[in-house]
């Protein structure tokens, strides 16, 4: 092992070889963790090739056990986003390929991020239930089309064990390692087609464009290593996606687009977009148009309206009851009413302003196991490149009942610059397909 | 932890109470192996300032005692080196500063280095004892003069730790960590003056000249923020020091320069070049020039010779028993000697070449508290520079009794290079004071 840490300190590649002992022996506890955090540290700064990400990722699938589907449920979807503010895309588009006639076992996270993760949203559902068995999942795959469930525990234990350890050292950034983290974990479910969101902005992961497309150059080089297909988006994340971050506020929200049949929302556009290129890499659709077409029919037909029902209630999700409580939202947070001081058009909406914001008011949390505050976050009223006249409505902030109103006030405007003149953003980019 | 581990690998710079507290929670216990070994490898590349090295020093000194000496052992001398091949150096200097009337409480390893430390050298005498204790040693501080012991067990625990980590981390070679290392060790024993030997050249830590002068002035730099005076002498190491590698052979030439008051061998000269810079450094004589005079005297007149066998006495090493032992050296080795195959001038004799050659034959150990073989290693009967016929003698090896005769005389003729001309090199180049 110590060969190994001075080998990639001086940037020579590991072989495959190599890489399979290390894990192997990470896994049974024969390579100690500060020998682990040493070599982590050293791919910080030296990276990974194409050639070891792959090893790496063949390495943590062999860790675990690997899911799969019979024929018939074929081709099996899935999506996967590297991170963004309020991005809600999965409950919407999960359900619109079920509705498409598509099987889509999503396993999704609880998450450290500024709100939860998938399923932290989810649960602000009364009763939904993420932790299903197989033959559960199986059973709803077959019933409903698609489920939306925590990751199995028997699934990639050396992913687990080795971000754990990367989360704790400081070394979860190199792309390689994300890489070789997300892949290990989409092929373990047992998916045919997978498209990748790689967000880029002020809420992303990556800061720039480049540095978003050249993540999601090498994620797709090395996914041509592996059978199933890997397409990835580059998409843009400076302001927010659609109306509204937090938890509780972000399935309200995707409840709205699916009962009002909005294909043209934000979010709608995304996960058209997104299913659009998936259809098409899985050669459902003869273009990425065609692929479109056929989700946003999903929308406008009530059928994703069925489905995103269907599989809440198949996971025992009480969506009345769910209504019924944002219906009482305000006697569980303070709303604050945030509105614009000058005129002119909305220059930049801060996604990180506001991640940190919701963060702060109990929407995410810090270490893992924490419980977090379903009902805080913010609803955005205005957005980039919108045009406002003093005393509009910019947001309203679902803050916690012993917050200092004017801080909030303060806060959440921080995050709006108002100009004379300010052109909306682009939100998808490019597809790079596999 | 985390955010020092990522305020370090940005390459900001970490406050003296982030390293104490770093320090202070690795030693209880509280910071993990694995924190530390990433912090560590993220020094191997970001390095650290001469502030971060101050604080690490002093954070080290902190975690146990420090020996001090009474007012009229002053000035207490020590020296230390970054190790070299056939490095016998403290051998003889200590008692040639004992000679000339000084205290010299020297601590020592048993190091993982080609041939064992200069513990290991004297532990080849028969009843050699390197263990004392603190009364012991004054004791023998105050009859004899100087001692070359064990370090200390309650001396810089925390640097023991850390560097156990650092050897199996790949993150020994950072400077501001060796000099945080040699610093806290050496002032943690209560020397007044020090002189550090930096090393360079083919057997040595440091590969080039400007690395080690680099080090060295780094080192004193940061020494000047402690009340003990050091000063750095940069010093060549292409080819071994002297006439001999090995434990028992190193410890017989050094006896053999004191018996015969050789004040012009190498190893003398060395002697005389550090013992008069720390002289001078300790206001003990008013030019280096001087002090060297002082030391020269002391192999002149025999008085070094008494010291030697004086100190090595007194911690029960039998010499005699070692003479007799070295006598019979044939029956412990197989002796191949070496000799030249074409006429000119030693252009190269390589210490690295030398030095593995006798840590395969077993003068040195690969983990710590193996055996070593004291007996084998080699004896030089050429050195660079020196004119040499075809069959003259180049060396003898002693090596393992079960070796290859052929290989031996191979690889040890292997580390010459002869060509027409050659001039010897230079061996002491400059000092840098504190």
Redesign the interface.
Known sequence: M?RC??KK?RGKELTAQEIDRIIAGFTAGDV???????L???I??QGLSDGETTALTKALLASGDRWDFPDEFHPVLDKHSTGGVGDKTSLLMVPMLAAAGYRVPKMSGRGLAHTGGTIDKLESIPGFCAELTRAEALRQLSEVGCVIMSQSEGLVPAEKKLYA?RD????VPPPGLIISSILSKKLASGATHIIIDVKHGSGAFFASESEARAFAEKLVSVSRNFRPKVAAAITAMDQPLGNSVGNALEVAEVIRIADERDTESEVSRLCIGLGGALLKLAGEAESREQGEGILAQTIANGKARDKLYAFIRAQKGDIEAFVRAMDDLERKTRVVKVTAQSAGQIARLDALSIAQFSHRQGAGRTRQGEPINPWVGVVLHKKTGDTVAPGDLLAEAYARPDCDENAVEKEVRGAFTIRKQATAPKLLNTIIHG
Chains 1, 2 share one sequence.
């Open positions: 110590l840490i001075e300190q100690p963790d500060y020998q682990m955090a040493a982590l540290m050293a910080y700064y350890l704790v050292t400081g070394t």
